[in-house]
């Protein structure tokens, strides 16, 4: 199968249609957005652990903060959350659907599901960025298993191997930690994030 990890022109032209000539841009993460005037992250201008530095900027002292595929490698993405708020007035995030994320798509030397580097399943719910832990059980679930097989051909496209969400303010978000399921079972809110995405 043809993976579509890499940024969608598409997205990223409607992304950079939102800002105002006068905004300052931070990219958060690997720099790749051509529209971002600063950056942080192990290889950015501002060199950092994003998993444990508080950001070397005033509060809003940003117009606008870009993430891809960055929460999704943190062992502690709510500290980069957090400092994205403290940050920035608005943003844009955007991390691996959850099809993507659980579907076996192989990509060379690794047969293991979604990103070899994620730690964690994302999906927006009511206007927040929710996600979970990658546990190894995602390997073995049946639920999963059968629920990715109905979707895969929804993979052809690049538009649903990323989710994006717009966030003004703050970004909202809730993590489903280890064992805090709600009374839900693993499996059971794996499909959860997948039915967000797609029903």
Not at 56 to 68: D, H, I, L
Not at 109 to 130: C, I, K, P
Not at 152 to 168: D, P, S, T
Request: glycine share 8%; net charge neutral; charged share 25%.
């Amino acid at each position: 199968m043809k993976t579509y990890w890499a940024p969608d022109p598409a997205r990223v032209a409607s992304v950079i249609a939102t800002l105002d000539a006068e905004d300052s841009v931070i990219e958060i993460g690997e720099p790749s957005f051509q529209r971002a005037n600063d950056s942080i992250g192990p290889r950015a201008k501002w060199r950092a652990d994003l998993n444990t530095t508080r950001f070397p900027f005033a509060r809003n002292g940003k117009a606008f903060s870009y993430s891809r595929h960055t929460l999704a490698k943190l062992w502690n993405p709510v500290q980069c959350i957090q400092e994205m708020n403290w940050t920035a007035r608005r943003g844009y995030v955007e991390e691996p659907s959850a099809l993507a994320e659980l579907s076996l798509v192989t990509p060379e030397g690794y047969a293991g599901r979604g990103g070899q580097r994620s730690r964690w399943v994302f999906w927006v719910e009511d206007r927040a960025l929710h996600f979970v832990p990658k546990l190894p059980e995602v390997e073995l679930s049946v639920a999963v298993r059968d629920a990715t097989r109905e979707r895969g051909q929804l993979l052809r496209e690049h538009r649903n191997w990323n989710i994006g969400l717009y966030w003004e303010g703050a970004l909202q978000w809730k993590m489903w930690d280890y064992g805090d399921w709600g009374g839900q079972t693993y499996d059971e809110i794996l499909l959860r994030a997948l039915r967000a995405y797609i029903p």
